[in-house]
DNA sequence: ATGTCATGACCCC
DNA sequence: TGGGGTCCCTGACA
Protein backbone atom coordinates (compact mmCIF):
# COMPACT_ATOMS: atom_id res chain seq x y z
CA UNK A 1 0.00 0.00 0.00
CA UNK A 2 1.30 3.33 -0.47
CA UNK A 3 2.17 5.87 2.09
CA UNK A 4 -1.08 7.41 3.58
CA UNK A 5 -2.66 10.04 1.24
CA UNK A 6 -2.62 13.11 2.90
CA UNK A 7 -5.01 15.98 1.91
CA UNK A 8 -2.09 17.98 0.54
CA UNK A 9 -1.40 15.16 -2.61
CA UNK A 10 -4.77 15.82 -3.53
CA UNK A 11 -4.97 17.63 -6.81
CA UNK A 12 -5.86 21.41 -6.51
CA UNK A 13 -7.37 23.85 -8.29
CA UNK A 14 -6.39 27.49 -8.06
CA UNK A 15 -9.58 29.41 -9.62
CA UNK A 16 -8.80 33.04 -9.90
CA UNK A 17 -11.64 35.02 -7.73
CA UNK A 18 -13.18 36.40 -10.70
CA UNK A 19 -14.12 32.49 -12.29
CA UNK A 20 -17.66 32.41 -11.62
CA UNK A 21 -18.49 30.13 -9.26
CA UNK A 22 -21.76 29.15 -10.04
CA UNK A 23 -20.28 27.16 -13.65
CA UNK A 24 -19.27 24.38 -11.13
CA UNK A 25 -22.33 23.67 -9.61
CA UNK A 26 -23.83 23.35 -13.13
CA UNK A 27 -22.58 19.78 -13.52
CA UNK A 28 -21.11 17.35 -11.81
CA UNK A 29 -19.83 15.28 -14.56
CA UNK A 30 -17.42 18.20 -15.29
CA UNK A 31 -16.08 17.99 -12.15
CA UNK A 32 -15.43 13.89 -12.54
CA UNK A 33 -13.98 14.26 -15.81
CA UNK A 34 -11.37 17.21 -14.26
CA UNK A 35 -11.12 14.44 -11.15
CA UNK A 36 -9.60 11.84 -14.16
CA UNK A 37 -7.15 14.52 -15.30
CA UNK A 38 -6.21 16.08 -12.53
CA UNK A 39 -5.70 12.78 -10.64
CA UNK A 40 -3.47 11.20 -14.05
CA UNK A 41 -1.25 14.33 -13.75
CA UNK A 42 -1.23 13.52 -10.00
CA UNK A 43 0.41 10.14 -10.93
CA UNK A 44 2.80 10.99 -13.78
CA UNK A 45 4.45 13.59 -12.70
CA UNK A 46 6.91 13.49 -10.56
CA UNK A 47 6.36 15.36 -7.26
CA UNK A 48 8.81 17.79 -6.95
CA UNK A 49 7.80 19.21 -10.69
CA UNK A 50 4.17 19.32 -8.90
CA UNK A 51 5.01 21.51 -6.03
CA UNK A 52 7.14 23.56 -8.43
CA UNK A 53 4.52 24.23 -10.52
CA UNK A 54 2.00 24.82 -7.66
CA UNK A 55 4.43 27.34 -6.10
CA UNK A 56 5.30 28.75 -9.27
CA UNK A 57 1.33 29.09 -10.56
CA UNK A 58 0.69 30.71 -6.69
CA UNK A 59 3.28 33.21 -6.66
CA UNK A 60 2.35 34.53 -10.13
CA UNK A 61 -1.10 34.91 -9.16
CA UNK A 62 -0.15 36.26 -5.20
CA UNK A 63 0.87 39.13 -7.35
CA UNK A 64 -2.66 40.14 -8.56
CA UNK A 65 -5.87 38.75 -6.86
CA UNK A 66 -5.71 36.55 -3.94
CA UNK A 67 -6.14 32.81 -5.08
CA UNK A 68 -8.61 30.13 -3.77
CA UNK A 69 -7.75 26.83 -3.83
CA UNK A 70 -10.04 24.16 -3.56
CA UNK A 71 -9.82 20.56 -4.11
CA UNK A 72 -12.05 18.89 -6.54
CA UNK A 73 -11.95 15.75 -5.33
CA UNK A 74 -15.03 14.40 -3.34
CA UNK A 75 -13.12 12.20 -1.14
CA UNK A 76 -14.68 10.45 1.85
CA UNK A 77 -13.60 12.75 5.01
CA UNK A 78 -12.64 9.59 7.15
CA UNK A 79 -10.03 7.43 4.43
CA UNK A 80 -9.61 10.47 1.67
CA UNK A 81 -10.67 7.75 -0.59
CA UNK A 82 -13.05 8.46 -3.25
CA UNK A 83 -16.45 6.51 -4.26
CA UNK A 84 -17.88 6.75 -1.15
CA UNK A 85 -18.57 9.67 1.77
CA UNK A 86 -18.99 9.03 5.16
CA UNK A 87 -20.73 11.87 7.73
CA UNK A 88 -24.26 12.66 8.71
CA UNK A 89 -26.76 12.13 6.03
CA UNK A 90 -29.76 13.88 7.83
CA UNK A 91 -29.66 12.31 11.37
CA UNK A 92 -28.16 8.92 10.19
CA UNK A 93 -24.62 8.41 10.15
CA UNK A 94 -22.71 6.95 7.20
CA UNK A 95 -19.87 5.46 8.27
CA UNK A 96 -16.54 4.64 5.44
CA UNK A 97 -16.71 1.47 4.20
CA UNK A 98 -13.12 0.89 4.10
CA UNK A 99 -13.06 1.64 8.07
CA UNK A 100 -13.51 -1.43 11.00
CA UNK A 101 -16.71 -1.26 12.29
CA UNK A 102 -17.20 1.87 14.34
CA UNK A 103 -19.04 0.22 17.30
CA UNK A 104 -17.65 -3.25 17.57
CA UNK A 105 -14.01 -2.25 16.05
CA UNK A 106 -14.58 -5.49 13.70
CA UNK A 107 -13.48 -5.32 10.25
CA UNK A 108 -16.03 -6.15 6.98
CA UNK A 109 -18.84 -4.29 8.03
CA UNK A 110 -19.91 -1.08 9.02
CA UNK A 111 -22.12 0.60 12.30
CA UNK A 112 -25.53 0.12 10.00
CA UNK A 113 -25.14 -3.67 9.92
CA UNK A 114 -23.24 -4.29 13.03
CA UNK A 115 -24.66 -7.28 14.95
CA UNK A 116 -24.47 -5.55 17.79
CA UNK A 117 -26.24 -2.75 16.72
CA UNK A 118 -29.19 -5.18 15.74
CA UNK A 119 -28.93 -7.08 19.25
CA UNK A 120 -26.52 -5.64 22.36
CA UNK A 121 -26.99 -8.94 23.59
CA UNK A 122 -24.64 -10.32 20.58
CA UNK A 123 -22.05 -12.12 20.82
CA UNK A 124 -22.20 -11.92 24.71
CA UNK A 125 -21.69 -15.04 27.06
CA UNK A 126 -24.63 -15.25 29.13
CA UNK A 127 -24.37 -15.82 32.47
CA UNK A 128 -24.61 -19.04 33.62
CA UNK A 129 -26.57 -18.26 36.69
CA UNK A 130 -28.32 -15.01 37.51
CA UNK A 131 -27.31 -14.32 40.23
CA UNK A 132 -25.15 -16.52 41.93
CA UNK A 133 -22.26 -18.80 40.91
CA UNK A 134 -22.31 -22.04 43.52
CA UNK A 135 -23.78 -22.47 46.51
CA UNK A 136 -20.91 -21.44 48.47
CA UNK A 137 -21.54 -17.72 46.75
CA UNK A 138 -25.46 -18.18 47.54
CA UNK A 139 -24.67 -18.41 51.27
CA UNK A 140 -21.99 -15.79 50.97
CA UNK A 141 -24.31 -13.53 49.48
CA UNK A 142 -27.32 -14.47 51.91
CA UNK A 143 -25.22 -13.95 55.31
CA UNK A 144 -24.07 -10.14 53.85
CA UNK A 145 -27.61 -9.34 52.69
CA UNK A 146 -30.55 -10.97 54.56
CA UNK A 147 -32.88 -9.12 52.86
CA UNK A 148 -32.36 -10.64 48.76
CA UNK A 149 -35.76 -10.94 47.48
CA UNK A 150 -36.39 -14.36 46.16
CA UNK A 151 -37.32 -12.84 42.56
CA UNK A 152 -35.82 -10.58 41.06
CA UNK A 153 -37.75 -7.07 40.96
CA UNK A 154 -38.45 -5.36 37.72
CA UNK A 155 -36.33 -3.18 37.06
CA UNK A 156 -37.27 0.85 37.58
CA UNK A 157 -35.93 3.21 34.54
CA UNK A 158 -36.32 6.77 34.88
CA UNK A 159 -37.11 7.48 31.94
CA UNK A 160 -38.00 10.91 31.56
CA UNK A 161 -36.85 14.34 31.87
CA UNK A 162 -39.79 15.76 34.15
CA UNK A 163 -37.96 16.77 36.93
CA UNK A 164 -35.32 19.55 36.22
CA UNK A 165 -32.67 20.73 34.23
CA UNK A 166 -30.01 23.17 34.29
CA UNK A 167 -26.59 24.77 33.18
CA UNK A 168 -24.67 26.47 35.44
CA UNK A 169 -21.26 25.09 34.69
CA UNK A 170 -19.37 27.16 32.75
CA UNK A 171 -17.45 23.94 30.64
CA UNK A 172 -18.64 20.23 30.36
CA UNK A 173 -19.70 18.08 33.36
CA UNK A 174 -17.06 15.46 34.53
CA UNK A 175 -18.54 13.96 37.48
CA UNK A 176 -21.48 13.71 39.41
CA UNK A 177 -22.54 12.31 42.69
CA UNK A 178 -25.58 12.17 45.16
CA UNK A 179 -25.71 13.47 48.47
CA UNK A 180 -25.48 10.35 50.74
CA UNK A 181 -28.63 11.81 53.27
CA UNK A 182 -30.25 14.28 51.28
CA UNK A 183 -32.52 13.01 48.32
CA UNK A 184 -32.60 16.21 46.69
CA UNK A 185 -28.73 16.98 46.22
CA UNK A 186 -26.85 16.32 43.60
CA UNK A 187 -23.17 17.57 43.39
CA UNK A 188 -21.44 18.05 39.88
CA UNK A 189 -17.98 18.88 38.81
CA UNK A 190 -16.90 20.21 35.83
CA UNK A 191 -13.87 20.48 33.42
CA UNK A 192 -12.84 24.17 34.99
CA UNK A 193 -12.96 22.39 38.46
CA UNK A 194 -16.40 24.45 39.46
CA UNK A 195 -18.25 22.46 41.78
CA UNK A 196 -21.92 22.69 41.76
CA UNK A 197 -24.24 21.76 44.29
CA UNK A 198 -27.52 21.73 43.51
CA UNK A 199 -30.95 20.52 45.13
CA UNK A 200 -32.87 19.65 42.12
CA UNK A 201 -35.94 19.66 43.50
CA UNK A 202 -36.21 23.59 44.15
CA UNK A 203 -34.91 23.88 40.72
CA UNK A 204 -33.07 27.40 41.61
CA UNK A 205 -31.74 26.20 44.60
CA UNK A 206 -27.79 26.03 43.79
CA UNK A 207 -24.56 26.67 44.68
CA UNK A 208 -21.22 26.81 42.21
CA UNK A 209 -18.08 26.76 44.08
CA UNK A 210 -15.87 27.96 41.42
CA UNK A 211 -12.15 28.55 43.14
CA UNK A 212 -12.00 25.13 45.13
CA UNK A 213 -10.07 24.21 42.04
CA UNK A 214 -7.99 25.61 38.71
CA UNK A 215 -9.17 22.79 36.22
CA UNK A 216 -10.30 19.56 35.98
CA UNK A 217 -12.80 17.90 38.71
CA UNK A 218 -12.09 14.57 38.22
CA UNK A 219 -13.14 12.69 40.66
CA UNK A 220 -15.22 13.18 43.97
CA UNK A 221 -16.74 11.56 46.76
CA UNK A 222 -18.68 12.36 49.24
CA UNK A 223 -17.74 11.66 53.22
CA UNK A 224 -20.96 9.29 54.26
CA UNK A 225 -19.89 9.43 58.16
CA UNK A 226 -19.54 13.06 57.46
CA UNK A 227 -22.42 14.06 54.72
CA UNK A 228 -21.20 17.80 55.01
CA UNK A 229 -17.92 17.27 53.22
CA UNK A 230 -16.56 16.22 49.79
CA UNK A 231 -13.29 15.00 48.79
CA UNK A 232 -12.19 16.25 45.43
CA UNK A 233 -9.27 15.67 43.02
CA UNK A 234 -8.52 17.87 40.29
CA UNK A 235 -6.06 17.81 37.45
CA UNK A 236 -4.53 21.04 39.02
CA UNK A 237 -2.83 18.40 41.15
CA UNK A 238 -4.44 19.06 44.37
CA UNK A 239 -7.08 17.00 46.48
CA UNK A 240 -9.39 18.75 48.93
CA UNK A 241 -11.86 18.14 51.57
CA UNK A 242 -14.99 20.72 50.90
CA UNK A 243 -17.45 22.04 53.36
CA UNK A 244 -20.65 21.72 51.25
CA UNK A 245 -22.21 24.51 53.07
CA UNK A 246 -19.75 26.61 53.05
CA UNK A 247 -17.05 26.23 50.07
CA UNK A 248 -14.38 26.36 51.98
CA UNK A 249 -11.72 23.64 51.39
CA UNK A 250 -8.99 22.42 52.82
CA UNK A 251 -6.31 21.37 50.61
CA UNK A 252 -5.27 18.06 51.36
CA UNK A 253 -2.35 17.60 48.99
CA UNK A 254 -0.79 19.50 46.32
CA UNK A 255 1.35 17.33 43.83
CA UNK A 256 2.70 20.62 42.11
CA UNK A 257 4.10 22.16 44.91
CA UNK A 258 6.44 24.32 42.78
CA UNK A 259 4.38 25.21 40.18
CA UNK A 260 4.05 24.52 36.29
CA UNK A 261 7.51 23.27 35.12
CA UNK A 262 5.91 22.39 31.85
CA UNK A 263 3.95 19.04 30.62
CA UNK A 264 6.20 16.02 31.76
CA UNK A 265 6.31 17.18 35.10
CA UNK A 266 2.57 18.36 35.75
CA UNK A 267 1.10 16.13 38.43
CA UNK A 268 -3.03 15.67 37.74
CA UNK A 269 -5.15 13.43 39.86
CA UNK A 270 -7.95 11.29 38.90
CA UNK A 271 -8.57 8.25 40.83
CA UNK A 272 -9.83 9.07 44.21
CA UNK A 273 -12.01 7.05 46.62
CA UNK A 274 -13.14 7.13 50.05
CA UNK A 275 -12.02 4.15 52.54
CA UNK A 276 -13.79 4.59 55.48
CA UNK A 277 -12.59 1.38 57.56
CA UNK A 278 -8.75 2.47 57.33
CA UNK A 279 -9.92 5.84 57.73
CA UNK A 280 -8.07 7.27 54.33
CA UNK A 281 -8.61 9.26 50.88
CA UNK A 282 -6.93 7.18 48.31
CA UNK A 283 -5.42 8.96 45.26
CA UNK A 284 -3.92 8.74 42.27
CA UNK A 285 -1.92 10.64 39.60
CA UNK A 286 -1.33 10.56 36.23
CA UNK A 287 1.44 9.15 36.53
CA UNK A 288 0.92 5.76 38.06
CA UNK A 289 1.25 7.09 41.45
CA UNK A 290 -1.39 6.24 44.47
CA UNK A 291 -1.09 8.40 47.38
CA UNK A 292 -2.96 7.98 51.15
CA UNK A 293 -4.21 10.65 53.22
CA UNK A 294 -5.12 10.27 56.75
CA UNK A 295 -8.81 11.26 56.87
CA UNK A 296 -8.14 12.65 60.42
CA UNK A 297 -4.80 14.29 59.97
CA UNK A 298 -5.42 15.11 56.55
CA UNK A 299 -2.33 14.68 55.37
CA UNK A 300 -0.65 12.50 53.32
CA UNK A 301 0.76 9.34 55.08
CA UNK A 302 3.51 6.59 53.72
CA UNK A 303 4.81 7.04 50.02
CA UNK A 304 3.62 7.48 46.98
CA UNK A 305 2.95 3.98 45.41
CA UNK A 306 3.51 3.15 41.55
CA UNK A 307 0.32 1.19 40.68
CA UNK A 308 0.32 1.33 37.40
CA UNK A 309 2.57 1.19 34.58
CA UNK A 310 4.88 4.55 35.11
CA UNK A 311 3.79 7.46 33.46
CA UNK A 312 0.44 6.42 33.11
CA UNK A 313 -2.70 8.02 34.68
CA UNK A 314 -4.47 6.17 36.84
CA UNK A 315 -7.97 6.93 35.92
CA UNK A 316 -9.99 5.70 38.88
CA UNK A 317 -9.64 4.04 41.83
CA UNK A 318 -12.53 1.92 44.16
CA UNK A 319 -12.64 0.57 47.82
CA UNK A 320 -14.54 -2.77 48.16
CA UNK A 321 -17.97 -1.99 49.95
CA UNK A 322 -18.04 -4.89 51.96
CA UNK A 323 -14.17 -5.83 52.19
CA UNK A 324 -11.94 -2.66 52.86
CA UNK A 325 -8.46 -4.27 52.43
CA UNK A 326 -9.73 -5.03 48.35
CA UNK A 327 -9.04 -1.72 46.18
CA UNK A 328 -9.66 -1.71 42.64
CA UNK A 329 -7.72 0.79 40.04
CA UNK A 330 -7.70 1.54 36.26
CA UNK A 331 -6.28 2.75 34.00
CA UNK A 332 -4.15 4.22 31.06
CA UNK A 333 -1.80 1.08 30.70
CA UNK A 334 -4.92 -0.99 29.74
CA UNK A 335 -4.98 -2.51 32.76
CA UNK A 336 -7.46 -2.95 35.89
CA UNK A 337 -6.09 -4.04 38.91
CA UNK A 338 -7.35 -5.31 42.47
CA UNK A 339 -4.85 -4.60 45.44
CA UNK A 340 -4.82 -6.23 48.90
CA UNK A 341 -4.63 -2.27 51.08
CA UNK A 342 -2.37 -4.51 53.38
CA UNK A 343 0.33 -5.27 51.26
CA UNK A 344 0.56 -2.08 49.07
CA UNK A 345 3.63 -2.26 47.26
CA UNK A 346 4.88 -1.83 43.22
CA UNK A 347 3.84 -4.98 41.67
CA UNK A 348 1.84 -7.04 44.23
CA UNK A 349 -1.17 -6.34 42.80
CA UNK A 350 -3.22 -9.74 43.82
CA UNK A 351 -4.76 -9.82 40.16
CA UNK A 352 -4.41 -7.16 37.09
CA UNK A 353 -7.23 -7.59 34.69
CA UNK A 354 -5.96 -6.88 30.71
CA UNK A 355 -8.09 -4.91 28.41
CA UNK A 356 -7.60 -3.78 24.66
CA UNK A 357 -7.41 0.04 25.62
CA UNK A 358 -7.50 2.77 28.23
CA UNK A 359 -9.89 1.34 31.28
CA UNK A 360 -12.07 4.37 31.80
CA UNK A 361 -13.46 2.77 35.32
CA UNK A 362 -13.67 -0.24 37.09
CA UNK A 363 -15.95 -0.05 39.89
CA UNK A 364 -16.77 -3.36 42.26
CA UNK A 365 -20.46 -4.29 42.47
CA UNK A 366 -22.12 -1.53 45.21
CA UNK A 367 -23.55 -4.22 47.80
CA UNK A 368 -21.92 -7.18 47.48
CA UNK A 369 -18.39 -6.28 46.20
CA UNK A 370 -18.25 -9.45 44.74
CA UNK A 371 -18.75 -8.80 40.92
CA UNK A 372 -16.48 -6.50 38.86
CA UNK A 373 -17.65 -3.61 35.82
CA UNK A 374 -15.50 -2.08 33.78
CA UNK A 375 -15.49 0.16 31.09
CA UNK A 376 -12.84 0.10 28.03
CA UNK A 377 -12.14 2.65 25.06
CA UNK A 378 -12.57 -0.50 23.07
CA UNK A 379 -16.12 -0.41 23.03
CA UNK A 380 -16.75 -3.16 25.35
CA UNK A 381 -18.24 -3.09 29.12
CA UNK A 382 -16.80 -6.03 30.82
CA UNK A 383 -17.97 -7.98 33.53
CA UNK A 384 -16.43 -10.21 36.19
CA UNK A 385 -19.31 -12.07 38.15
CA UNK A 386 -17.11 -12.82 40.76
CA UNK A 387 -14.36 -11.77 42.35
CA UNK A 388 -13.81 -15.30 44.19
CA UNK A 389 -13.91 -17.12 41.00
CA UNK A 390 -11.43 -16.88 38.15
CA UNK A 391 -10.86 -13.59 37.15
CA UNK A 392 -8.54 -15.08 34.23
CA UNK A 393 -10.98 -13.59 31.61
CA UNK A 394 -14.24 -11.68 31.73
CA UNK A 395 -17.25 -13.17 32.20
CA UNK A 396 -19.11 -11.34 29.55
CA UNK A 397 -18.19 -8.48 27.49
CA UNK A 398 -20.54 -6.39 26.07
CA UNK A 399 -19.83 -4.46 22.69
CA UNK A 400 -21.15 -0.81 23.37
CA UNK A 401 -20.67 2.60 21.54
CA UNK A 402 -18.17 4.38 24.23
CA UNK A 403 -15.30 5.37 22.27
CA UNK A 404 -12.81 7.89 23.35
CA UNK A 405 -13.21 11.22 21.89
CA UNK A 406 -11.08 14.43 23.43
CA UNK A 407 -13.73 16.40 23.67
CA UNK A 408 -15.80 14.63 25.46
CA UNK A 409 -16.05 13.24 29.16
CA UNK A 410 -14.90 9.92 29.41
CA UNK A 411 -18.20 7.23 29.48
CA UNK A 412 -18.22 5.35 32.66
CA UNK A 413 -20.43 2.04 33.02
CA UNK A 414 -22.23 2.80 36.39
CA UNK A 415 -23.90 0.23 38.55
CA UNK A 416 -27.93 0.61 39.80
CA UNK A 417 -27.05 1.03 43.95
CA UNK A 418 -30.79 -0.22 44.33
CA UNK A 419 -30.38 -3.54 42.30
CA UNK A 420 -30.34 -6.39 44.49
CA UNK A 421 -29.55 -8.54 41.75
CA UNK A 422 -25.86 -6.40 41.00
CA UNK A 423 -27.32 -6.58 37.54
CA UNK A 424 -28.47 -3.39 35.99
CA UNK A 425 -25.82 -0.60 35.04
CA UNK A 426 -26.19 2.20 32.76
CA UNK A 427 -23.85 4.13 30.54
CA UNK A 428 -24.50 6.92 27.90
CA UNK A 429 -24.17 5.77 24.32
CA UNK A 430 -21.54 7.72 21.66
CA UNK A 431 -23.38 6.64 18.33
CA UNK A 432 -26.55 8.31 17.51
CA UNK A 433 -29.76 6.80 16.38
CA UNK A 434 -31.79 8.41 13.58
CA UNK A 435 -35.07 9.08 16.31
CA UNK A 436 -37.55 10.44 13.84
CA UNK A 437 -35.38 12.79 11.76
CA UNK A 438 -33.14 13.82 15.02
CA UNK A 439 -29.97 11.89 15.56
CA UNK A 440 -30.07 11.83 19.54
CA UNK A 441 -27.60 10.14 21.94
CA UNK A 442 -29.40 7.43 24.43
CA UNK A 443 -28.27 6.66 27.46
CA UNK A 444 -28.40 3.20 27.70
CA UNK A 445 -29.49 0.75 30.91
CA UNK A 446 -27.94 -3.06 30.52
CA UNK A 447 -28.32 -5.95 32.13
CA UNK A 448 -24.80 -6.93 32.45
CA UNK A 449 -25.90 -10.65 33.68
CA UNK A 450 -27.23 -11.09 29.78
CA UNK A 451 -26.11 -8.15 27.86
CA UNK A 452 -29.45 -6.96 26.94
CA UNK A 453 -30.37 -3.77 26.24
CA UNK A 454 -32.94 -2.55 29.15
CA UNK A 455 -33.85 0.29 28.08
CA UNK A 456 -32.63 3.26 25.94
CA UNK A 457 -34.13 6.59 27.25
CA UNK A 458 -33.33 10.19 25.19
CA UNK A 459 -35.41 13.56 24.76
CA UNK A 460 -35.33 14.72 21.79
CA UNK A 461 -34.53 18.45 23.53
CA UNK A 462 -30.94 16.61 24.71
CA UNK A 463 -28.96 16.41 21.21
CA UNK A 464 -25.63 16.09 23.21
CA UNK A 465 -24.31 13.07 24.30
CA UNK A 466 -24.52 11.88 27.96
CA UNK A 467 -21.26 10.67 29.21
CA UNK A 468 -21.74 11.07 32.96
CA UNK A 469 -24.87 9.29 34.61
CA UNK A 470 -25.54 8.68 37.95
CA UNK A 471 -28.19 6.63 39.78
CA UNK A 472 -29.58 7.66 42.83
CA UNK A 473 -28.96 5.70 45.78
CA UNK A 474 -32.20 5.31 47.04
CA UNK A 475 -34.63 6.55 44.67
CA UNK A 476 -35.38 6.05 41.07
CA UNK A 477 -33.53 8.86 40.00
CA UNK A 478 -31.36 9.12 37.16
CA UNK A 479 -28.69 12.16 36.74
CA UNK A 480 -27.19 13.03 33.70
CA UNK A 481 -24.58 15.22 32.80
CA UNK A 482 -24.46 16.40 28.75
CA UNK A 483 -21.51 19.34 27.46
CA UNK A 484 -22.66 21.49 30.59
CA UNK A 485 -26.09 20.54 31.00
CA UNK A 486 -27.71 18.67 33.83
CA UNK A 487 -30.71 16.30 33.72
CA UNK A 488 -32.96 14.51 36.08
CA UNK A 489 -34.64 11.50 35.16
CA UNK A 490 -37.38 9.79 36.83
CA UNK A 491 -39.82 7.35 35.97
CA UNK A 492 -42.65 7.93 33.67
CA UNK A 493 -45.34 7.03 36.04
CA UNK A 494 -44.28 8.79 39.47
CA UNK A 495 -44.19 12.05 37.75
CA UNK A 496 -48.11 12.47 35.66
CA UNK A 497 -46.69 13.65 32.41
CA UNK A 498 -49.93 13.96 29.99
CA UNK A 499 -47.85 15.30 27.09
CA UNK A 500 -45.34 13.33 25.07
CA UNK A 501 -41.97 15.00 25.54
CA UNK A 502 -41.71 17.16 22.60
CA UNK A 503 -44.86 19.07 23.13
CA UNK A 504 -44.26 20.14 26.42
CA UNK A 505 -43.02 23.71 25.67
CA UNK A 506 -40.03 24.84 27.67
CA UNK A 507 -39.88 27.84 29.57
CA UNK A 508 -36.28 29.41 29.70
CA UNK A 509 -35.42 32.54 31.16
CA UNK A 510 -35.12 36.57 30.09
CA UNK A 511 -33.94 36.89 27.24
CA UNK A 512 -33.68 33.13 26.02
CA UNK A 513 -37.40 32.79 25.71
CA UNK A 514 -37.52 35.10 22.53
CA UNK A 515 -35.71 32.27 20.14
CA UNK A 516 -38.27 30.19 20.91
CA UNK A 517 -36.57 27.23 19.47
CA UNK A 518 -34.59 27.17 22.16
CA UNK A 519 -33.69 23.37 23.75
CA UNK A 520 -32.04 22.22 26.50
CA UNK A 521 -28.88 21.46 25.23
CA UNK A 522 -28.58 24.54 23.30
CA UNK A 523 -26.54 27.40 25.34
CA UNK A 524 -26.04 30.15 23.38
CA UNK A 525 -26.58 33.76 25.53
CA UNK A 526 -25.87 31.19 28.25
CA UNK A 527 -22.44 32.06 29.90
CA UNK A 528 -21.42 30.93 32.81
CA UNK A 529 -23.84 32.37 35.15
CA UNK A 530 -27.07 31.80 36.22
CA UNK A 531 -29.46 30.35 34.11
CA UNK A 532 -31.48 27.65 35.43
CA UNK A 533 -34.44 26.71 33.44
CA UNK A 534 -36.77 23.39 33.69
CA UNK A 535 -39.90 22.29 31.83
CA UNK A 536 -43.21 23.74 32.11
CA UNK A 537 -44.80 20.37 32.19
CA UNK A 538 -43.79 19.50 35.37
CA UNK A 539 -42.76 22.13 38.06
CA UNK A 540 -41.41 20.22 40.47
CA UNK A 541 -41.65 21.94 43.76
CA UNK A 542 -39.97 25.14 42.85
CA UNK A 543 -42.58 27.51 44.36
CA UNK A 544 -43.17 29.56 41.26
CA UNK A 545 -43.17 28.81 37.81
CA UNK A 546 -40.25 30.15 35.99
CA UNK A 547 -41.56 33.00 34.41
CA UNK A 548 -38.95 35.75 33.93
CA UNK A 549 -36.40 34.00 36.74
CA UNK A 550 -33.94 35.99 35.39
CA UNK A 551 -33.40 37.84 38.69
CA UNK A 552 -35.09 35.65 40.90
CA UNK A 553 -32.20 32.75 40.10
CA UNK A 554 -29.64 35.41 40.33
CA UNK A 555 -31.10 36.46 43.58
CA UNK A 556 -31.22 32.64 44.87
CA UNK A 557 -27.91 31.63 43.59
CA UNK A 558 -24.58 32.37 45.81
CA UNK A 559 -21.88 32.46 43.47
CA UNK A 560 -19.44 31.92 46.28
CA UNK A 561 -15.67 32.02 45.88
CA UNK A 562 -14.04 30.96 49.01
CA UNK A 563 -11.21 29.01 48.81
CA UNK A 564 -8.01 28.48 50.83
CA UNK A 565 -5.54 27.95 48.24
CA UNK A 566 -4.95 28.91 44.54
CA UNK A 567 -3.24 26.42 42.24
C1' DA B 1 -24.29 28.66 7.38
C1' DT B 2 -19.50 27.80 8.18
C1' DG B 3 -15.17 27.96 10.36
C1' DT B 4 -12.41 27.48 14.54
C1' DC B 5 -10.88 25.70 18.61
C1' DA B 6 -10.27 23.04 22.75
C1' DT B 7 -7.21 18.95 23.42
C1' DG B 8 -6.09 13.15 24.63
C1' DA B 9 -4.84 8.65 22.98
C1' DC B 10 -2.35 6.35 19.84
C1' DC B 11 0.67 5.31 16.20
C1' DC B 12 4.80 5.63 13.82
C1' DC B 13 9.38 6.73 13.14
C1' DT C 1 11.43 5.98 24.46
C1' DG C 2 9.72 10.37 22.88
C1' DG C 3 7.87 13.68 20.00
C1' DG C 4 5.01 14.94 16.40
C1' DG C 5 1.20 13.96 13.37
C1' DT C 6 -3.42 12.30 13.13
C1' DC C 7 -8.06 11.85 14.28
C1' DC C 8 -15.17 8.81 12.55
C1' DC C 9 -20.97 10.49 15.08
C1' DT C 10 -18.32 16.97 19.79
C1' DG C 11 -20.10 21.30 21.04
C1' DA C 12 -19.93 26.16 21.62
C1' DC C 13 -19.04 30.35 19.81
C1' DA C 14 -17.47 33.63 16.36
Known amino acids: MPPQTRRTSFPKVVIDRDTDSEESSSDEDEIDEEDDVVGEEEVTEPKADEEE ?73 PAPRRNTHSSLDYVFQRQLRPHIPKMKPEFVIPDQVNCAVIRYHSRRVTCLEFHPTND ?28 IHGCILNNMKLNPRNDGTVYTGSSDGTACCVDLETGISLSLMNLNPNGWQGPSTWRMIYGLDINLDKGVVLVADNFGYLYTVDMRSNNVTGKPILIHKKGSKVVGLHCNPLQPDLLLSCGNDHFARIWDMRQLETGSSLVDLPHKRVVNSAYFSPLTGSKILTTS ?191
Open 377 to 567: QDNRIRVWDSIFGSLDSPSREIVHSHDFNRHLTAFRAEWDPKDQSESLVVIGRYISENYNGAALHPIDFIDISTGQLVAEIMDPNITTISPVNKLHPRDDILASGSSRSLFIWRPKEKHEIEKPIDERKIVLCGKAEKKGKRKFGDESDCGSDDDGFTTKGKPVKSKQPYLDSTSKSKSKSKSKSKSSKKP
Open 53 to 125: GEEEQEKSVTKKKTPITISLKKVCKVCKRTGHEAGFKGATYIDCPMKPCFLCKMPGHTTMTCPHRVATEYGVV
Open 184 to 211: NILLSGDKKGQLGVWDFCKVYEKTVYSE
